[in-house]
């Protein structure tokens, strides 16, 4: 139990493009989850809380207006990569917290790579 | 704000040997301590947890402790394996339910 998928595992985008990466939780309902970025040899850091029928809160020094979550059902979440640009090019990871509040069930990752 | 300090951010043992990784965090509050194992392009795997109200936790090779009044937690691995080689990453809940992570150790177990 406890499945988290994520897609697409990869892109590769023009800069200026827009990406959307979805985070599904697929046999638990998730009020709560969460999106990371990973740079090569660099730790997980959280971007943003998304609630369920609410706005996310965003982490000091993420734009909110260049990544859009949308967390319209209690099984999706989705992140959009907005006007990509090369720097933008990490590991995008989402998270979903599970039944007993305090462990979270990763994504597989999306490879975001923009040209 | 919250952080999470991990160190060593490298560390090479034999085949055998013992393995030992050290966290410190910053907010008292925090009252759930995971620890994961990265493989290049993959998710953080759990590999063990420790909550607040327990002083220590084993699972076979893998063993945890915590020391909440120095806010210090580690993990510890015996008779490492080459296949235990990877990143390990501590992490700690802070408000809001969220995870706050450790630098990473790239652990390399050598044959």
């Known amino acids: 139990g406890a499945v988290v998928s994520q897609h697409p595992s990869w892109v590769i985008c023009k800069s200026g493009t827009s990406v959307k990466i979805e985070c599904r939780s697929l046999?638990?309902?998730?009020?709560?989850m969460f999106w990371y970025r990973q740079f090569p040899k660099q730790s997980l850091m959280l971007m943003a809380t998304s609630n369920e029928g609410s706005k996310a809160t965003y982490e000091q020094g993420v734009e909110k207006d260049k990544f859009l979550i949308n967390h319209a059902s209690l099984t999706l979440s989705t992140l959009t990569v907005t006007s990509a640009h090369p720097e933008d090019s990490s590991f995008y990871i989402c998270?979903?917290?599970?039944?007993?509040?305090?462990?979270?069930?990763f994504g597989p990752g999306t490879r975001l790579t923009v040209l | 704000g919250e952080n999470v300090e991990q160190h060593p951010s490298t560390l090479s043992v034999q085949e055998g040997d013992s393995a030992v990784i050290k966290c410190t965090y910053s907010?008292?509050?925090?009252?759930?301590f995971p620890w994961y194992k990265q493989e290049l392009g993959k998710r953080p795997q759990l590999i063990i947890d420790i909550r607040s109200n327990v002083g220590e936790k084993k699972d076979q090779r893998i063993a945890v402790t915590l020391n909440k009044t120095a806010k210090h937690f580690s993990l510890h691995i015996t008779e490492t394996q080459p296949e235990d080689s990877a990143v390990y990453f501590c992490a700690a809940i802070i408000s809001g339910g969220k995870l706050i992570f450790g630098q990473g150790t790239e652990l390399s177990v050598k044959p």
């Open positions: 907010d008292s509050a925090s009252n759930y």
């Open positions: 046999d638990f309902q998730a009020t709560t």
């Open positions: 998270s979903a917290r599970g039944p007993s509040g305090n462990e979270q069930f």
